[in-house]
T-cell receptor, first 113, second 114 residues
Framework: GNSVTQMEGPVTLSEEAFLTINCTYTATGYPSLFWYVQYPGEGLQLLLKATKADDKGSNKGFEATYRKETTSFHLEKGSVQVSDSAVYFCALSVVHTGNQFYFGTGTSLTVIP | DTEVTQTPKHLVMGMTNKKSLKCEQHMGHRAMYWYKQKAKKPPELMFVYSYEKLSINESVPSRFSPECPNSSLLNLHLHALQPEDSALYLC?????????????FGSGTRLTVV
C-alpha cells in the first residue's frame, strides 16, 4: 500500500542551526512527493515537491531530494530562523490511481532565538 | 489568482444549528477536497469532487453534506453536529484528481460545536 513515515517531533533548534526532518515512504506505482508547512492558525502551504527519482525540490532555503533507492524525501535547511517555526508534513500522491494524498503525521519545529 | 479562499474563518455553532462552510478557487482546478484536521494531527480526507461530481466520500456521517455548485465553488453543509466535530476544516484544490502537481489549501475554517 501507500504510506508515509515521518520523524517524530517536536523538534527544537536554535536560530541558524541545521535542520533535517526525515521522511520515508512506501508506494505502489510512481509517487510524487511533497513537503507542506502549516504555520500556527493557518492552512497548509506547499513548501516543495519532487515528481520523479533524483529530483530535488527547493524553496525558501529548504531542500529535499527524491531518493528512490532509500524511499526517502528528507527535508533540510542549512540555517533555520525563528519564522520557520511551524508543523511540517511530508506527503505523497500516486499518479494514475486517482487517489488522495497520503500525509505523514507531521513534525512540529520550534526555533528559539 | 493562486488562492483557495475559505469562509468563515471561525464558526461557533450549537448542536441544533445548520450552517455552511464555503470554499472558492479561480485557478481552473477541476478537483476539490474537504479535509478535517484535529489539533496536532495531519488532515483527514472527507470528500473529493472531480469535475463537480462527488468521487469519494470517506464514510463521513450524514450530518456533513457537501455540495459543488460549479467548478469554482465547494460548500460543506453542517447540521446537528456533535462537540467532537470541532476541528479545522480545510478545503483544497488541484488541477486534476490525483494531485501530482500538488494541492492548494485554503487557510481553513475553525469550527467549534457547543
Amino acid at each position: 500500500g501507500n504510506s508515509v513515515t515521518q520523524m517524530e517531533g517536536p523538534v527544537t533548534l536554535s536560530e541558524e542551526a541545521f535542520l533535517t526532518i526525515n521522511c520515508t515512504y512506501t508506494a505502489t506505482g510512481y509517487p510524487s512527493l511533497f513537503w507542506y508547512v502549516q504555520y500556527p492558525g493557518e492552512g497548509l502551504q506547499l513548501l516543495l515537491k519532487a515528481t520523479k527519482a533524483d529530483d530535488k525540490g527547493s524553496n525558501k532555503g529548504f531542500e529535499a531530494t527524491y531518493r528512490k533507492e532509500t524511499t526517502s524525501f528528507h527535508l533540510e535547511k542549512g540555517s533555520v530562523q525563528v519564522s520557520d517555526s511551524a508543523v511540517y508534513f511530508c506527503a505523497l500522491s500516486v499518479v494514475h490511481t486517482g487517489n488522495q494524498f497520503y500525509f505523514g503525521t507531521g513534525t512540529s519545529l520550534t526555533v528559539i532565538p | 489568482d493562486t488562492e483557495v479562499t475559505q469562509t468563515p474563518k471561525h464558526l461557533v455553532m450549537g448542536m441544533t444549528n445548520k450552517k455552511s462552510l464555503k470554499c472558492e478557487q479561480h485557478m481552473g482546478h477541476r478537483a476539490m477536497y474537504w479535509y478535517k484536521q484535529k489539533a496536532k494531527k495531519p488532515p483527514e480526507l472527507m470528500f473529493v469532487y472531480s469535475y463537480e461530481k462527488l468521487s469519494i466520500n470517506e464514510s463521513v456521517p450524514s450530518r456533513f453534506s457537501p455540495e459543488c455548485p460549479n467548478s469554482s465553488l465547494l460548500n460543506l453543509h453542517l447540521h446537528a453536529l456533535q462537540p467532537e466535530d470541532s476541528a479545522l476544516y480545510l478545503c483544497a484544490s488541484s488541477q486534476s484528481w490525483g494531485g501530482s502537481s500538488g494541492y492548494t489549501f485554503g487557510s481553513g475554517t475553525r469550527l467549534t460545536v457547543v
